[in-house]
């Protein structure tokens, strides 16, 4: 039996479509035409190119890989369970207000640290080893390196932004671009959508002749 693993953002976890909607997301669609295989979600929100990086090196048994792409803005924090947008700790860092809820309420939930801790790492994070200037080289290198050991493998990118366009391993669909416009796509993405991105997939998993 085949092994699709996908990994990124939080596209890249599954989620089930509500009675309510009246149709399948792109998720349970995926999983329905490809039953003879083993899907295996493993999306985390916001993920960074660094999380991403270090868990498809220790992938080897996948026969193929689809990745979620994630914005370079999105960076992983040591201490937090899950990634975060270097906006959203400029914020809870120097707002206590905004620090009381959203994105570090999350974090205190999944960590069951306290919010002192929480925001002592971001505080940490931001003042030390953050450097707006560089992030976006940092990015590029590992972005290239990702390419690189993918090379040999079969892979399909999903893209989020024009970089993602230009990677030379596997297939890259650029449309997901236009598709993906909020964080949880699951529940804002429309019927369409949906439909769509299961269609891309689908045909591009396809490509490497599957059926």
Not at 52 to 68: A, G, H, R, W
């Amino acid at each position: 039996m085949k092994k699709i693993t996908i990994y990124g953002t939080s596209a890249a976890k599954f989620r089930s479509s509500e009675k309510s909607w009246g149709f399948y997301t792109y998720c349970e669609q995926l999983k329905n035409y490809f039953s003879d295989c083993i899907i295996n979600w493993r999306g985390v929100n916001q993920c960074s190119l660094e999380r991403l990086y270090l868990d498809i090196k220790k992938d080897k048994n996948s026969d193929l890989i689809i990745i979620f792409h994630g914005r370079p803005s999105y960076i992983y924090c040591p201490g937090l369970v899950k990634d975060i947008s270097i906006d959203s700790i400029k914020t809870m860092v120097s707002n206590k207000e905004n620090a009381k809820k959203g994105a570090v309420n999350a974090h205190t939930r999944q960590t069951g640290k306290d919010m002192k801790f929480i925001l002592s790492m971001c505080y940490y994070y931001k003042t030390v080893f953050y450097d707006g200037t560089l992030r976006p080289e940092i990015y590029s290198a590992l972005l290239s390196r990702l390419d690189k050991i993918l090379m040999s493998r079969n892979v399909i990118h999903c893209s989020c932004i024009s970089a993602h366009d230009y990677l030379r391993s596997g297939i890259t669909i650029k449309e997901t671009k236009k598709i993906f416009k909020q964080n949880h796509p699951v529940y804002y993405l429309s019927q369409e959508n949906h439909t769509k991105l299961a269609q891309l997939l689908i045909g591009n998993i396809n490509e490497y002749n599957w059926n």
